[in-house]
């Protein structure tokens, strides 16, 4: 396996020290399906219905890397991006020039039990 990763950022090349997720490409999603069929037909003539979906391109996501000198915002990582995010825009950094999906609804901060005294007061168990 050769590691031939490097920062997409055009003229870059400095090897990738972040990456942050995008959906795929109709052609990336087709080798994807591709692959799927090809693993679910290896084995088992026959898998249970409902065991693994097949993958469609909102359960699909692409590492998109990026050299520490473009990598885009914290914020902004932690978002999937749109299939077309297939590299940092230096003239948009540290945003990325898409528009990536919003974050799904948090969750709440803590699981560390409490302590809820009468005064109102939350405090760790
Ligand atoms: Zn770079
Ligand atoms: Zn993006």
Not at 13 to 35: F, H, I, S, Y
């Amino acid at each position: 396996m050769t590691d031939t990763r490097i920062c997409p950022v055009a003229g870059c090349g400095t090897d990738p020290v972040v990456q942050w997720r995008r959906r795929p490409t109709d052609a990336e999603l087709g080798t994807v399906l591709a692959r799927a069929a090809t693993l679910s037909t290896d084995g088992e003539p026959e898998q249970p219905a409902g065991l693994a979906p097949p993958p469609t391109a909102a359960t699909t996501v692409v590492a998109v890397q990026a050299c520490g000198r473009h990598a885009i915002g914290m914020d902004l990582a932690a978002r999937i991006h749109s299939a077309n995010c297939t590299a940092p825009d230096p003239e948009h950094l540290p945003g990325c020039g898409c528009t990536p999906e919003p974050l799904p609804a948090q969750t709440p901060p803590s699981t560390q039990d409490t302590i809820e005294l009468t005064t109102g007061w939350t405090l760790p168990a």
